[in-house]
């Protein structure tokens, strides 16, 4: 079979902001990089690509078409990889190619965080375990990003030829590190910020699962122990307006700013003091990883992906999803203990570096890529 590989995801947008420096591996190594997922984004290190039309929903009808689509351009491709992503996307890629499969093509599906988890809606487990259970009999290496869904698979998921853990899809430590206080004041000042300001940050689209609602319940209460503190949201989504509504009802508009969608985060989170996330449900988040790169410590809410990169009082808390007190003394305390503040967030940007930057990442990708490339050796990324 010919060197080539085909990306799959449910949106393209997934490979712009997720794949990219592994994309450009590949094509060091000499391969061609096909790439399928719903959008028109024109993608890097990208020989050809397909616009599918997969929705997110399993219920979607759509989803037949996609399906149609997507099997037509692996029957037609001859790839001797197809790695595969997202719920959707892992499951119309691996139905789609079990005749290539049959033909010697390797099949790799990255779970990005189960949606059947500890906690997690029944619905969720009704739909997506019993699919994910019957798939994982026609995938070659399934990878994921935490040790709670690794130990999982190995239970569950047996089927699957190969099961792996990797610390998720890397951090770029050079576009996100820390900047010098003095910085912080005059960038601070840029965004039209008090130099004193502190800054509490969060990039996510704004629905039920990201719960941003907590982090305004938990502002309210330090409005008056904390005055400078600022909450800066970076997102967009279908609650936006609820949340905007609801921080002006807890009389803590002015201390909460709502971005919109941005795409220059790394100049924005240095200059923040720590990272807060209120998601219910994570696998790996960037958005605390970048936090930590900037060595800010992180406040979380406590689920299997926070708890993955949040140790307890080494570089931030996680904390319970229905406690919003506790939540807010964490907060207050790290303003009011400045050294307490840097040095979780030294620590935090030290986890990073040792474990989830991407160099580290492309090491243990690369390994399982070599698998399936038949390479003895791997070259030196060429972008470092």
């Known amino acids: 079979m ?11 947008y997934h490979f712009k902001a ?6 450009e591996w590949l094509k060091n190594q000499g391969w061609q990089v096909d790439v399928a997922a719903s959008g028109k984004i024109d993608l890097p290190y990208t020989d050809n690509k397909y616009d599918i039309p997969i ?19 692996i029957d037609k491709g001859d790839y001797s990889i197809i790695h595969c992503h997202t719920p959707m996307g892992g499951v119309l890629t691996r139905l789609a190619a079990r005749d290539a499969r049959k033909q010697g093509a390797k099949v790799i599906y990255t779970a990005h965080g189960f949606h059947f988890c500890k906690g997690a809606p029944l619905i969720s487990w009704l739909v997506y375990y019993p699919i994910e259970k019957y798939l994982s009999k026609v995938t070659d290496t399934l990878i994921t990003i935490n040790i709670e869904d690794y130990r999982f698979a190995q239970k569950h998921m047996s089927k699957a030829k190969k099961i ?5 899809v890397g951090v770029d430590t050079e576009r996100f590190k820390p900047i010098t206080e003095n910085n912080k004041s005059e960038m601070k000042k840029s965004f039209g910020y008090g130099p004193d300001d502190f800054l509490l940050f969060y990039a996510a689209e704004f629905n039920k699962n990201k719960n941003q609602q907590f ?33 002006s009802n807890l009389g803590i508009s002015h201390m909460v700013t709502f971005l919109g969608f941005r795409n220059d985060i790394q100049q924005i989170l240095p200059m923040c003091d ?14 605390i990883m970048e936090a930590m790169s900037c060595a800010l410590p992180v406040v979380a809410v406590d689920n299997r992906g926070h708890r993955e990169l949040v140790q307890n009082n080494k570089n ?3 904390v319970a999803s229905d406690d919003t007190k506790r939540f807010a003394n964490k907060i207050k305390t790290l303003a009011n203990v400045p050294d307490l503040k840097n040095k979780l967030g030294a620590n935090g940007r030290e986890i990073i570096l040792k474990r989830y930057s991407t160099r580290k990442v492309l090491i243990e990708k690369s390994r399982i890529y070599r698998i399936y490339m038949n390479r003895e050796e791997v070259t030196e990324w060429a972008t470092h």
């Open 215 to 247: 982090l305004l319940e938990s502002l309210a209460l330090i409005k008056d122990d904390v005055p400078n503190a600022h909450l800066v949201l970076a997102g967009e989504g279908q609650l936006l307006e609820r949340c905007r509504l609801l921080s």
């Open 18 to 23: 997720f794949h990219l420096p592994y994309m």
């Open 55 to 73: 929705r997110r929903s399993p219920f979607n009808k759509i989803n037949l078409r996609a399906y149609q689509k997507l099997k037509n351009v």
């Open 274 to 287: 720590i990272g807060v996330a209120s998601s219910l449900r994570e696998g790996l988040p960037v958005n």
């Open 2 to 12: 010919a060197n080539k590989i085909l990306f799959c995801a449910t949106v393209d």
């Open 316 to 318: 931030g808390w996680t």
């Open 164 to 168: 792996e853990h990797v610390h998720g």
